[in-house]
């Protein structure tokens, strides 16, 4: 679920170079469904462009498309239209921002997928909430964090850390992280790398850092420390404990 809007105006300008009626044709009333719109999307648009789902909205008439690296569009269910930008549910109480709860729901997913043996996961006394932070040894701010991290498990915060090694994965911040999570005492050698302290560098083969770093790049993860929410929220950059702790209990 990586948002590229270079991605998603290829998608758009694919559409367009064909014209309304070539890329999405009129149908017969009963084909309007989703294997329908699926196999038309997926005839019209560029092989490099991978659908991952279509899925029923709770806005009539219209499907969500997720792609693989972009993110969500919404096609009209007579397969003419490719709609992208968030949509908005007007209440009584104001507006709802129905494609953020979406990506709410798709990182919760994603995350709850995961082996809690892949987190190198700080634990408070009692719990009163759980959060899932990208993080890299090299990141000033990350490093900030993990100083705090006496006070966020203090408020009860627990913090489950996926490696995010913004250089990438074949730099050394991908080695040092990586040889946190194969030690054998990986909260101490996290902690070693974030005073500024080197560790021996072994890095295991069944290490999840590659899995964490594609995961934080489909969850739209761009920067470090990012941190998801038990509810799947995604609260970008370095959050002071005592104003983390506001965000969580509001």
Avoid at 11 to 28: D, M, N, R, W
Avoid at 129 to 150: A, K, L, M, N
Avoid at 213 to 238: A, H, Q, R, W
């Amino acid at each position: 679920m990586k948002f590229s809007h270079l991605s998603i105006n290829f998608v758009l300008a694919s559409c367009l170079f064909f014209g309304s009626t070539e890329c999405f044709s009129e149908k017969k009333e009963h084909e309007s469904d989703i294997p329908f719109v699926k196999n038309m999307l997926e005839t019209k648009l560029p092989e490099s462009i991978e659908i991952i789902s279509v899925v029923e909205t709770d806005i009539e008439g219209y499907f969500e498309v997720n792609f693989k690296d972009i993110e969500p569009l919404y096609v009209s269910k007579d397969g003419k239209y490719l709609i992208s930008g968030d949509i908005f549910e007007i209440t009584a109480g104001g507006l709802i921002n129905r494609s953020e709860s979406r990506r709410n729901y798709l990182r919760k997913t994603s995350i709850s997928q995961l082996n809690k043996t892949e987190f190198i996961i700080f634990q408070p006394k009692k719990v009163e909430h759980s959060i899932f932070v990208f993080t890299d040894v090299d990141c000033g701010y990350c490093r900030q964090f993990h100083r705090q991290i006496d006070a966020y498990l203090d408020l009860g915060i627990q913090v489950n850390y996926l490696a995010f090694p913004r250089a990438g994965v074949d730099s050394e911040s991908f080695k040092k992280i990586a040889s946190a999570w194969c030690s054998s005492e990986p909260n101490k050698a996290i902690t070693e790398l974030k005073l500024g302290y080197e560790i021996e560098e072994n890095v295991c083969l069944d290490n999840p850092v590659e899995k964490h770093f594609n995961l934080g790049n489909d969850l739209g993860v761009s920067g470090t420390p990012s941190i998801i929410t038990s509810e799947g929220k995604l609260i970008p950059g370095y959050v002071p404990p005592e104003d983390l702790i506001k965000l969580l209990n509001s």
